[in-house]
């Protein structure tokens, strides 16, 4: 499997502390604010006027002269944004914070200094001494414990995860995003099919509710069930192109599904098939697979046209020589196999070899004859072919082909290894319109 996939997919439920930091809780600047103005406007007060003032509107914050004066020094740092002398004073500014006040305007001077010196750590020492101060106001702990949670699972540690998402699900007991946020824990775990399982809980409650599934939820689902190798990925990798397709979740899904066919290449043509109808074929390796595919089935026309494809995007670069080498013996044969094609069909029809018919249904497929190759996948069938191989390909002939009453009734009735890739070829007609 190419990094690319995974790595695409195993971002859409990595957690990411820094990531998700401080959403809808950024650091009060108008203790800063009022520290400034403090300093301007009467620098000879003594220690017991330092109390900071309220910029009109907003909150006040009420300190006592001896925590004003332990903690000035610190609000002056990080107003300068010198982190060093900023960490050099919090010690005295939080063993002088007795009040709530106090301990949350040092925690916030925590917070800005933990974001200021990129200190994840700090970040979330500043988090938890934010939640511990009794100063923090109703409207912002959900904010707060999110970012707890996060930052918890980002440094592995389950047991706060676990404390922080109880808090966040007693505050609202009816969030279905609640099961997302346990599903999180799960994931730390490597408890993919329990990860899936709480998003799904998301899903129906969400549902329930009447409102709109997130398609990401569908995207982590198809992610979780990859990195787990779970027998349901293909058709939660298909859930996730039913509610967002675009060429990305459509490439991905795809080259899964070849992945799984290692040693049939005959399985990897099927797939690569469809992933260049839906304009999916993004990297070097699709192409290289693909012709590799088609050159094993003889379908010459079918490799040069792929070759062609892939160097004229500039998509194969690593080999170029390969590939070129490769599309001049495929074009060397084309005049010649052309020229053979309608001796060689109508012999196959006289026969009653399946194979021999399938593999010439392939060449004309290959150039681009569609309704011919449907005519012999149909032959082939009726030869005795593999109904499942001769089905998918007649199916993807017709839908090519623009017929597709045809093409819907050829793929439903394939099972077996292709009834996945027959359902997705089904479903890129629907998306057709």
């Given at each position: 499997m190419r990094k690319g996939i995974a790595a695409a997919l195993a971002a859409a439920f990595i957690v990411s502390g820094s990531a998700a930091l401080f959403h809808g809780a950024p650091a009060d600047a108008q203790v800063f604010e009022s520290l400034r103005q403090k300093q301007k406007g009467n620098q000879r007060q003594q220690p017991s006027g330092c109390a900071l003032e309220a910029v009109e509107g907003q909150r006040?914050?009420?300190?006592?002269?001896?925590?004003?004066?332990?903690?000035?020094?610190?609000?002056?740092?990080?107003?300068?944004?010198?982190?060093?002398?900023?960490?050099?004073?919090?010690?005295?500014?939080?063993?002088?914070?007795?009040?709530?006040?106090?301990?949350?305007?040092?925690?916030?001077?925590?917070?800005?200094?933990?974001?200021?010196?990129?200190?994840?750590?700090?970040?979330?020492?500043?988090?938890?001494?934010?939640?511990?101060?009794?100063?923090?106001?109703?409207?912002?702990?959900?904010?707060?414990?999110?970012?707890?949670?996060?930052?918890?699972?980002?440094?592995?540690?389950?047991?706060?995860?676990?404390?922080?998402?109880?808090?966040?699900?007693?505050?609202?007991?009816?969030?279905?995003?609640?099961?997302?946020?346990?599903?999180?824990?799960?994931?730390?775990?490597?408890?993919?099919a329990g990860a899936i399982a709480l998003y799904q809980q998301a899903i129906q409650a969400t549902q329930a509710a009447g409102q709109p599934v997130p398609a990401e939820w569908r995207q982590q689902i198809a992610g979780l069930a990859y990195q787990g190798r779970l027998p349901d990925t293909m058709r939660y990798m298909r859930e996730w192109l039913t509610a967002a397709p675009s060429v990305g979740a459509w490439h991905d899904t795809l080259a899964i599904f070849a992945e799984r066919g290692d040693a049939n290449t005959a399985l990897k043509l099927d797939a690569y098939r469809l992933m260049r109808a839906a304009g999916a074929m993004t990297s070097e390796r699709d192409y290289i697979q693909y012709a590799e595919a088609a050159n094993e089935a003889r379908a010459f026309g079918e490799v040069a046209a792929v070759l062609q494809e892939g160097l004229g995007r500039n998509l194969i670069t690593a080999n170029t020589g390969y590939a070129q080498d490769r599309l001049a013996q495929a074009s060397g044969r084309i005049a010649g196999d052309r020229a053979s094609l309608p001796d060689e069909r109508r012999a196959a029809l006289a026969g009653r070899d399946g194979q021999v018919v399938m593999r010439l249904a392939d060449g004309y497929f290959g150039y681009g004859q569609y309704a011919e190759a449907a005519e012999l996948y149909?032959?082939?069938?009726?030869?005795?072919?593999?109904?499942?191989?001769?089905?998918?390909?007649?199916?993807?002939a017709l839908a090519l082909a623009g017929r597709r009453a045809e093409a819907e009734t050829a793929l439903r009735a394939v099972g077996g290894p292709r009834q996945e890739l027959a359902e997705l070829w089904l479903l890129w007609l629907a998306q057709r319109g």
């Open positions: 006040q914050y009420r300190l006592s002269a001896e925590e004003c004066t332990a903690i000035a020094p610190l609000l002056q740092a990080v107003a300068a944004q010198d982190w060093a002398a900023a960490r050099a004073a919090l010690p005295a500014a939080q063993a002088a914070a007795r009040s709530a006040d106090a301990r949350y305007v040092a925690a916030q001077a925590m917070l800005h200094t933990g974001v200021g010196a990129s200190d994840v750590q700090l970040q979330a020492q500043a988090i938890d001494a934010l939640i511990a101060s009794g100063g923090a106001e109703e409207r912002e702990m959900r904010a707060l414990y999110e970012n707890q949670l996060n930052l918890a699972l980002a440094a592995g540690d389950t047991a706060k995860a676990e404390q922080a998402q109880a808090r966040l699900d007693a505050m609202n007991p009816n969030d279905p995003a609640r099961f997302v946020r346990q599903a999180q824990v799960r994931i730390r775990a490597s408890d993919w149909r032959a082939a069938l009726e030869r005795g072919a593999d109904a499942n191989v001769a089905g998918v390909r007649l199916g993807a």
